[in-house]
Each structure stands twice: as C-alpha cells, then as structure tokens.
Nanobody, 124 residues
Framework: QVQLVESGGGLVQAGGSLRLSCAAS????????MGWFRQAPGKEREFVAT????????YYADSVKGRFTISRDNAKTAVYLQMNTLRAEDTAVYYC????WGVGSRHGEEYDYWGQGTQVTVSS
C-alpha cells in the first residue's frame, strides 16, 4: 500500500505561483508513474499533468500547458507541481496519484493510489 501526502496548497492572488509537493509515506516512488489531477466544486475530476518513472516523459492538460510544470526529485521520493500565472479557474482540490506500472496517464482510472488532496484557491 502506498500512502501519498500532498502539501503546498493555499490562497494566492491571480498571477501568482504555488508549488505543490507529493511524497509517499515510508517508501520511494522510484518505479511509479505519477500524476496530478484536480477537482473544482461542482465539477468532475480532471487531469492536470503526468510524468513517467523512467525517463520522465511529461504530458499536460491544454489548460495548464506553459504555466504548470511537473517534476520529480533525483531520488524519486517526491513529485512536484510548479504552478505559475495562476488563474481563478485553477481553484480546486489538487490530488496526486501513483501508477504502479510506471507509465503515468491522463486517465484517473489507471492510477492505483491517491492522496487526500490539497486545496488551491486563486483570488481574482
């Protein structure tokens, strides 16, 4: 069992930046593909970004491309989401997820483990 813990959320003004972190409690994430998703009030969960475990191939939702960057540390103990030029529509609970097959995906159903989420609120 992998327990994921997100941190770094908060309240920020439009145009500002936040950096989210996701770490696994008690173990490395070295062989997992990782993803970030978000869910705004009254909306379905949506894909944000993903990174594969081996050579770090990344994919982004069109809505965040050029503004958000997913990365992982060299030891692969954590994954990050750097969010720049934030907009009010980025307001949501952000979740990280781990895919044990290492690929990562845009589809939430392909992930095996999920964190509890961290709230990001962007004021306009």
């Amino acid at each position: 069992q992998v327990q994921l813990v997100e941190s770094g959320g908060g309240l920020v003004q439009a145009g500002g930046s936040l950096r989210l972190s996701c770490a696994a409690s008690g173990r490395s994430l070295s062989t997992y593909g990782m993803g970030w998703f978000r869910q705004a009030p009254g909306k379905e969960r949506e894909f944000v970004a993903t990174i594969s475990w081996n050579i770090g191939i990344t994919y982004y939702a069109d809505s965040v491309k050029g503004r958000f960057t997913i990365s992982r540390d060299n030891a692969k103990t954590a994954v990050y989401l750097q969010m720049n030029t934030l907009r009010a529509e980025d307001t949501a609970v952000y979740y990280c997820a781990a895919d044990r097959w290492g690929v990562g995906s845009r589809h939430g159903e392909e992930y095996d483990y999920w964190g509890q989420g961290t709230q990001v609120t962007v004021s306009s």
